[in-house]
């Protein structure tokens, strides 16, 4: 009896730090999959401890907890037990279907038991009843869910990552919100979406001024990605060095070369820490040239940004991240790499390198490579090459300049289909590029 005094006690704390006690190291954890009733999630005293450091404690023959779970075969619960003249027995209902009993015989270890005979493949509500309570003056019986899972997972093999185009006519003045409207609207459709990414092709702002106005601008737009925790990057374009100057016209004409490496200012505005998925840098503290990772569709990913017409060294440094990362599918992104027909450019413009010689010395180089995106010129387009290993690389730019909405190029991944469908939408006025919608098949992802 004192175990359900106890549970009864704590369940309103629980409540309030996520299913894990005040003050412990697991209110950071996810949340428990667990909903219980005539219960409590309670912190996890078992071994292996569940993501969420918390169980589902059922004390009563009136004790149910409730999840969803998706998969095939045999339903499969983690669950210790409090042993009072016998253990505890568990009901196990899957979809309205019950699917069998089981008997929880121990009080340290989440043991898995498999219940009842295997269902098919999809999404299934599973409710798990205690239905043998018993309490007397010496002990009391109990069970505490660690967790319930299906003999075989179901991998999403949908996914989406986003690609905002140049944003620099959006950083103007502060009554202008169509930036933060767009991290807004994809933080709020992010289940919708699957989203798991978020990258920018550059020019994020328009010029830098003694103030920084226009940094100020972007960075609190970007803060709802953060806040949510969806990774991001932001290539670096001309206008977001110090080679532009007020106006948008060269800060110092005589030193342009220079200055489009200067991007300190853009550096105390936007670090790693903040992109939230940053897996290694070509120069320490900053991230000009820099590569994410995250997993997604059952596959492993990695963005890679690049600085503008970048040096030659930072290509050499590019080169070898991707051939070490032989079962990733990499995604190039930087400033100037197509133009409005969809041509690779051929001029370094006043930086180091042409498009071309990206192409030529990385892009087409490396297997894994699947697409690139870029802006800088032109409105919207895309373009299909083959790399030397024979595998297709799809490129795609999206630059729009607009004055009135905040265009923003969606990208959904199908691995087990081997496509991708993208489109651009502007959630500001709720308008539509469907000229720009695109289906991609037979993409033949890195496994």
Known sequence: MSQRIIAAAAAAALVLTGGALAGSAATAAPPSQFTVVNGAIRTATGTPVPASGTH?????????????????????????????????????????????????????????YPVGSAIAGGTHTIKIEFINDLSTSACDRNVHIGYAKMETATTDTKFSFAVM???????????DTRFLNRTNWLVGNRSTLDLRFVTSSGDVVNWDTPDHSQYVIARNAMRPLETAGIPY????????????????????????????????????????????????????GKVDNSYSTFSAGGLQWLVMTLELWPRVEAVTWAKGVVAAHPLHNVAVVTHDYIDGSGNIEQSSGYGATSPQY?????????????????????IAGSRTDT?????????????????????????????????????????????????????????????
């Open 233 to 284: 990057s932001l290539a670096i374009g001309n206008h977001d060095t110090q080679a532009t100057g007020v106006g948008g016209s060269a800060r110092d004409p005589a030193h342009t070369r220079e200055l489009v490496r200067d991007t300190t200012v853009f550096n105390q505005y936007f670090t790693a820490a903040q992109y939230g998925a940053v897996a290694g840098q070509f120069e320490a």
């Open 165 to 175: 185009p140049d944003t620099q006519q959006e950083v103007l003045n502060t009554t």
């Open 358 to 378: 990206l192409f030529d010395n990385l892009i087409k180089q490396y297997a894994n490579i699947r697409f690139v995106f870029s802006g800088h010129t032109g």
């Open 56 to 112: 589902a404690s059922l004390w009563a023959n009136s004790s149910y907890a409730t999840t969803t779970i998706t998969g095939s075969g045999r339903v499969q619960i983690g669950a210790i037990g409090d042993n009072c003249e016998g253990w505890p027995t568990i009901r196990v209902t899957a979809d309205g279907v019950v699917k069998g009993t089981t008997t929880i015989v121990s009080a340290t270890s989440y043991g898995t």
């Open 387 to 447: 790399g030397v290993n024979g595998n297709k690389i799809y490129t795609f730019l999206q630059t729009f300049h607009s004055n009135t909405t905040n265009p923003v190029r969606l990208v959904e991944v199908d691995t087990a289909a081997n496509s991708l469908h993208t489109w651009i939408y502007g959630p500001y006025n709720n308008q539509t590029f469907t000229e720009y919608d695109k289906v991609v098949t037979g993409i033949g992802f890195v496994r």
